[in-house]
Every structure is written in structure tokens, then in C-alpha cells.
């Protein structure tokens, strides 16, 4: 009977815990979901706060969405269809300006961007100071998007294909100056520590320390953002700035819809195309 | 050693497409030098940037930013929506998901720009037609990572869900979407980073906004105005990132804490 009341009371005691212990936990999660509400709560509240505005200033309806996709619908169907190849030869040249754009944009972009990626690595750079500038630098140069720098720069240099290029360079640097000195600060310090040991020279630690942990990454980047400056240089052509933009502007303009429905099936075409063939590089590269 | 011989390989078109490229240029002593004196006087009347009709441009802005906004919003829903089809679990038939994943492929490959000028066309002038591009250009990148997201959630629950004899509108809100909510939030935000961007540049075709202001400025050589403008489109971009950022960030700590608990 003693034996048996003790064991009650422990058994009592330990579940009287147990209890407790589920309770501080009950409240805890309960707490921790409140919060969390709150947090969705707040959020959402801001997102609808921000639709109901920009629905209201942009004096947006509804009918639009539909009005809209019926017009565009229509637009294809009876003026943009069927293309009209017979200006294929017309577009020979733009498309070939938009292809050396694209390339001596991503060359340009890849060279600066290794200057300023170094430079602005916190572990390669040779200063904090000079890492901190070229990282305000870089990120200056990525918020400005690359039709902005071709806008500017088409006063500068005249219409044609010099001004797109050098605005892809620029504005490549702004995403490729990033990824660069991202991909430098995640390298192994050891094998830095290791080279810089033997008393090699900056230069050197660079050559043999940093690029190999480097050049992955390197060339990967390097084949998107010509992936990327495809794109860019098919639209830079809407402000002056050459390539294949300028003849799809035109036709445009003209309300020649079927050529400018040929242009648009080029630019999609040559992103394919320039899409396979990084893909194709990078493939036997890495 | 083979790998060797085709980096070089490599290299080697690089290089010689590199000097193609830059014969096709037509660059010219001439053309650079006075390319680089016309660079300098633009430089200088640069500084010190102004902006003359300060509530005009942040009407622009605040016009870009209103585009952003409801672009991401449609492309978003109309993505949900059309994502359901594409993703390969739940589409109804794997035509339907070929079809939607090519459209969606044809739309993304399509520069928003060139939407911005064909929805000019269809619908005028202003803010709407900068939605519609938007929106359209957005669908064709969420459509895909949304139906990716579709893909990879556990089809046990799905499953189980349907031999509950749920209906399949109960299955996308109650199975489908609760799953994939932290990519589609991410997702979402990303694309809305990108539209910004957009939104800031599509008024150069006249779709709204404030890269309007832009061009004019830059039609009637106004430098210092053009610098003040972009600068404008710098900061607008900096806080809309930064605001983004804060929110996710909250998201995240909020949906963390569940985990932990």
C-alpha cells in the first residue's frame, strides 16, 4: 500500500510537470504565431495599401485587362500576322550589329568589371577604403538601367551601334562587377594565406591563388550576361542607339506591322540561338 | 588534356570574334576623339544636376512606381492561375502543359519593351499599356517558376487530398498553394525588383513613367537635367529595393519562428 501511494504521487507530480511544460509551450507558439500574424498582417496591409493606390493614381479598370488582350488579340491576328519575310535582307545588317553589340559589350563589361571585381572584394582589394568606393561604384552602375546610359551616351557619340555597345559595357559592369567581387570573397583564404607565404607579389597571389577558385564562376557569369546584353541590345535600336531596335522602330513608324512582326521573330530567334550556344560553351568550358 | 585543347579552341573564337566585331564597328581616330570632346561637353553641362519642374518628375516617378505595382499584381495572378495548367501534377492533360509552358516561353523571350510598343499600338498612349507589358512580361517568367515551385511539392499531399474527394479548386487552395507560398512570395518580390526597373525606362516609348521626362530632357539636350532625372530613377530604384528587402525580410523572421516552434 506505502509503496503504492508513493508511486502515485510521482506518478501525479511527473504528470503535473509534463503539464506545465505543455502549457510554457502551448503559449510560447501561440505567442510566436501571433507575432507572425502580425507580421503577414503588416505586410499585407502595406501590398494592398500600395495596389489601391497605384490602381486609383494610374485611374486603372478592370475592362482595361479585358479591352486590352481583345485589342492586342486582334492586333496580332489581323495586323501583325502573317510576317512578311521578303524584308529578311533588310534585317541582315541590324542583326548583325545587334550580335557585335551584344559581344564587344559583354568584352568590354568583363574587362572592367575584373578590374573593378578585385578592386572591390574585400580580401583581394588593397584597401578598404578602395573596396568601399568600387563597391558604390558598381552599385551605382547597376540601378542606372542600360537604356538610360544608351540615351546619354546617343548625344554623345551619334546614333549608331558605338553608343548601345558602350552602354551595355557600363551598365554590364554594374551586374558583373557584383558577381565578380561576390564570387572572390567566397574563395578559400587558404590557399591565399598559403601562396602569399612564399612571398609572392599582389599579382601573383592573383594569378595563382585567386583564379583558379575563380574562373567557374567566371566564365558562367560572363556567358549569362551575354544572354542578358541580347536582349539589351535588341531594344537599345528603339532609342537610336543601332542594332535591329532602329529597323523594328522604323517599321514600326511606318505602320509596316508584318515587317516589324518579321523583326520581332528575329530578336526572339536570336535569343534562342544566343542562348544555345553559351549554353553550348559553357557546357564544354566547365 | 582534351578539356585543355577546347578551352583554347574557345578562347580562340573568342578572340577572333572579338576583332571581327570590333572591324564591324567602324571605330576611327577621328570618331573617338570627337566622340570623347562631345562626351566632355556633355559632362560638364551635367554638372551640377538640376531638375526644373520637381512635382512633374515625381508625378512620373511616383507613375512608374504606381506601373510596377499593378504590372506585378496582374502578372502575378494571371501567373497563379496559368501555372496550375502548365505544372505537370496537376495539369489536366500534358498538352495543356506544353502549350502554356511554350506560351509562356514565346512571351518571356519577347523583350518587355517591344510588349510596351505593341500594347501602344492596341491601346494608346499612358499608364495602361505599361501594365499590360508588364504584366505579360511577367507572366512569361512567372509561369515558369511558379509551375517549377508546383512541381517540386510533396505529391503525397496532393494525393491524399484527392482521395478525400476534394474538388480542385479545394486542392490549389487548400493543398497546392499553402506549399508553395514561400516561393511564390519570393518569386513575386524578385519580379517586382525587375519591374521597377522596367517601369522607370518604358516611358522612352511612351508608355508611362517617368523615362518620359527622360527622353524630353535629352531631346532638348538638357544635361543637367537628364542627370538629375536619372538620378531620380537611382534613388527611386534604391528605396523601392531596400523597401522590398525590409518586407521580405520580415516574412522570412516571421515564418522562421514557426519553424523553430
Known sequence: MVVKTGQTD??????????????????????RSKRMNRER?????????????????????????????GNIANFFVNDLLPPDFSVLPRYLQPVIDTLVMSYLGMVMAVILSLVAGVLAASNTSPHKFVAFIFRSIVSFLRAIPALVWGLVLVSAFGLGSLAGTIAIGISGVGILGKAFADIIEEIDEGQVEGVKATGASWLQVLGRAVWPQFMAGFVAWSLYKMDLNIREAAVLGLIGAGGIGVALNSSIKLFQYQEAATGILIIFAMIIAVEYITSRVRKSIL | ????????????????????????????????????????????????????????????????????????????VFSLILAVFAARNLTPHFTVSVAVKSFAAFVRAVPALIWAILFIIAVGLGPTPGILALAVNSIGMLVKVYAEAIEEIDIGIVEAMKSTGASPMQLVFQGVLPTMMSALVSWSIFRFDINIRYAAILG???????????????????????????????FMILVVENVTRLLKKRLDLASMETVRS
Open chain 1, 10 to 31: 510521482a506518478i501525479r507530480s511527473n504528470r503535473e510537470k509534463t503539464l506545465g511544460k505543455v502549457d510554457q509551450l502551448l503559449e510560447r507558439h501561440s505567442n
Open chain 1, 41 to 69: 498582417g503588416l505586410v499585407g496591409v502595406i501590398v494592398l495599401a500600395l495596389v489601391v493606390w497605384s490602381w486609383v493614381m494610374t485611374e486603372f479598370k478592370l475592362s482595361f485587362l479585358w479591352s486590352g488582350l
Open chain 2, 1 to 76: 588534356m582534351k578539356k585543355n585543347i577546347k578551352v583554347w579552341l574557345v578562347a580562340g573564337v573568342a578572340f577572333l570574334l572579338f576583332i571581327l566585331s570590333l572591324a564591324q564597328l567602324g571605330l576611327s581616330r577621328e570618331r573617338l576623339s570627337a566622340a570623347y570632346d562631345r562626351g566632355m561637353v556633355i559632362v560638364d553641362s551635367m554638372i551640377p544636376p538640376s531638375v526644373s519642374n520637381p512635382s512633374n518628375v515625381a508625378t512620373a516617378a511616383l507613375e512608374s512606381l504606381h506601373v510596377a505595382v499593378l504590372g506585378t499584381l496582374f502578372g502575378v
Open chain 2, 204 to 234: 522612352i516609348v511612351g508608355a508611362g513613367g517617368i523615362g518620359w521626362e527622360l527622353v524630353r530632357a535629352s531631346r532638348m539636350a538638357a544635361y543637367s537635367e537628364v542627370m538629375g532625372i536619372t538620378l531620380v530613377i537611382f
